[in-house]
């Protein structure tokens, strides 16, 4: 026997609700790591990814970082060379060549590197940035040649060399072929010594593993955002292996400005200006003229 259909439940009601509903995005609010507070997320994005009260710095892709430092927002994109696509032919609980494929449909970037050529306040620059929404950061073959070609346009070019660093390590699904970066890369950073270039290190979160071990620390200046995590191995290792309790910050940026491994810690939103002195120094560039005073009136004889 066939159940007669409730004409009110499952007519009039479904087409209320299809007629009233509004759809939601997904992520129009952001969360703040600390205090749990909810922000809008436009706003966030306007103030440069940074929780506006808490200050607390999210992650910040590669693209909005040029964007933010280039002097317009415009700069001229550096060709990254090509590389074996999966030399191992790696596979976990995913084969290596649809790790790949999945972060350059999220990201829109080959490998995790993205580099730029421009004016920074001014000054050209030559400008690389680490992007940890592709396999977070990790240093493989293309991310090693990434560099080493940012380091030889900016011998090439005669500018500074800014890196921005945001990795997890070396990419495990290169095996050997990843750590041999770290010397690669180490020797890059020579020749711009070398080349009497500076070379200016800013520590995002986080910086770790094989990229800090290598080029992350071989800067002229060492300069780091507000509560980055900089380290080879994690607190967590270091606590499970050493049985004790590590001090509060240990390993964040404020802690490595203390003990000297850090020069300045500074806000992001002081990051230009205070990059494009710094360079302006090391290159021994005039400074700006300052703005000549007005005149005072004359006044008059009695």
Known sequence: ??????????????????????????????????????????????????????EHHLKMSAAARLKMMFDGGTWIDVALPEVATDPLKFRDEKRYVDRLKDARGKTGLQDAFKIGFGRVGGIPMTLAVQEFGFMAGSLGMAAGEAFVRGAEKAVEKRTPYVL?????????????????????????????????????????????????????????????????????????????????????????AEYLRAHGMVDQVVHRHALKDTISRVCGLLMNLPAAAPAEPAAEPVPELA
């Not at 950073?189 to 071989?218: C, E």
């Open 1 to 54: 026997m066939v159940e007669p259909m409730n004409w009110i439940s499952e007519v009039v009601r479904p087409r209320i609700k299809t007629l009233f509903k509004r759809e939601t995005p997904e992520n129009l609010w952001v969360k703040c790591p600390d205090t749990g507070q909810m922000v809008f997320h436009k706003e966030v994005e306007a103030n440069h990814w940074v929780i506006p009260g808490s």
């Open 164 to 252: 921005f660093s945001a990795s997890g390590g070396a990419r495990m699904q290169e095996g050997i072929l990843s750590l041999m970066q770290m010397p690669r890369t180490t020797v890059a950073a020579r020749r711009l010594r070398d080349a009497r270039l500076p070379y200016i290190v800013v520590l995002t979160n986080p910086t770790t593993g094989g990229v800090t071990a290598s080029y992350a620390m071989l800067g002229d200046v060492h300069l780091a955002e507000p509560g980055a995590l900089i380290c080879f191995a994690g607190p967590r290792v270091i606590e499970q292996t050493i049985r004790e309790k590590l001090p509060d910050g240990f390993q964040r």
